[in-house]
């Protein structure tokens, strides 16, 4: 068993048919054991056994995805089939995503605290302890952040998984190659809805892939995980909105991504109450360009502006 921030899982599947491992095989070489463009849906068959396959992604578009990066399937004793599953490219395009978010953050942290001790005074080294501190917190926080995306991707990824391979390994995907993605409840992506509904809406909803008629999968609850997120609590997904919103692209109160806003947005682009980012818009905003009423940052612009090239406007 891995521990749950490492992007590794395995796991075991019951009842399916004694040629499963064979059908899966021939989906993947077939290109339809997911469904999807050919950029984001395609796998390469590594090695085949009567008793065990191994597949992995293809494009860097299809392990970025779904997350399964690496799969080996194999027939145990009793008939089962146990799977393992490694996804350490989809790990590493977050963390890249995310160092590159927090570059100039960190750049500007280091500056700080190594500047004076090596007899250099930063152009960014203004501002008291206060900023030291929030650059600190936002460094430290991000660090965490691809560790807490795996975690909660991996049972998505699991989910996603078994019903990939039982889709497959059914009966009617074996009679051509559209079987695999034209198997029952497929819809060529994988959808979560739990029965649990608050004010209408359920507690959980997710939804990866092509579905009901579209392109990609878009999810709405409470808590809602996707490639389009719509959460009232909590959004995941290349586009995120939501209380706590962590995606690509987000909005909400407390944001998280490539471009963020919201009332306290992180990320790349942010523009909030309180942005932190490369280019940071917001009423105290901190970045590499800062442009607010309190503005921090490499070249800032505001009524209250400290930092290297520094604009006041009065």
């Excluded at 090695?47 to 860097?60: K, M, N, V």
Aim: proline content about 4%; hydrophobic content about 50%; glycine content about 20%.
């Amino acid at each position: 068993m891995s521990a749950p921030f490492l992007p590794e899982f395995e796991g075991r599947l019951e009842g399916l048919p004694k040629d499963a491992l064979a059908r899966v095989a021939e989906a993947v070489r077939a290109g339809t054991f997911q469904c999807g463009s050919v950029a984001r849906a395609q796998y390469l068959l590594v090695s085949e056994a009567p008793d065990r396959i191994h597949f992995r992604a293809r494009t860097l578009l299809t392990a970025i995805g779904v997350g399964l990066n690496e799969v080996t399937l194999a027939r145990d004793t009793d008939g089962g089939i146990a799977y393992t599953v490694r996804f350490y490219r989809w790990f590493y395009y977050c963390l890249c995503i995310t160092l590159v978010g927090l570059a100039v953050p960190g750049g500007m942290l280091v500056g700080r605290l190594l500047g004076p001790v090596v007899g250099l005074r930063p152009a960014f080294g203004a501002g008291g302890p206060w900023v030291t501190f929030m650059l600190g917190a936002v460094f430290v926080l991000g660090l965490l952040w691809p560790f807490l995306l795996t975690a909660l991707h991996k049972p998505m990824a699991r989910s996603f998984l078994e019903q990939l391979v039982r889709n497959a390994s059914a009966a009617d995907a074996a009679a051509g190659a559209s079987g695999a993605c034209g198997a029952k409840g497929m819809g060529g992506g994988y959808e979560y809805v739990s029965s649990l509904k608050i004010m209408g809406l359920p507690l959980v909803h997710v939804a990866f892939g092509p579905l009901h008629g579209r392109p990609r999968g878009i999810a709405k609850g409470v808590i809602a995980i996707g490639d389009t997120a719509f959460g009232v609590l909590f959004a995941l997904g290349g586009v995120a909105v939501g209380g706590l919103a962590l995606g690509g692209v987000s909005f909400g109160l407390l944001t998280l991504g490539g471009v963020a806003i919201g009332g306290v947005a992180v990320g790349g682009l942010a523009v909030g109450v309180i942005a932190v980012g490369g280019l940071a818009l917001g009423g105290l905003a901190l970045g590499g360009g800062a442009i607010g009423y309190y503005a921090y940052g490499s070249g800032a612009i505001g009524v209250h502006a400290v930092g290297g090239g520094v604009v006041t406007l009065r």
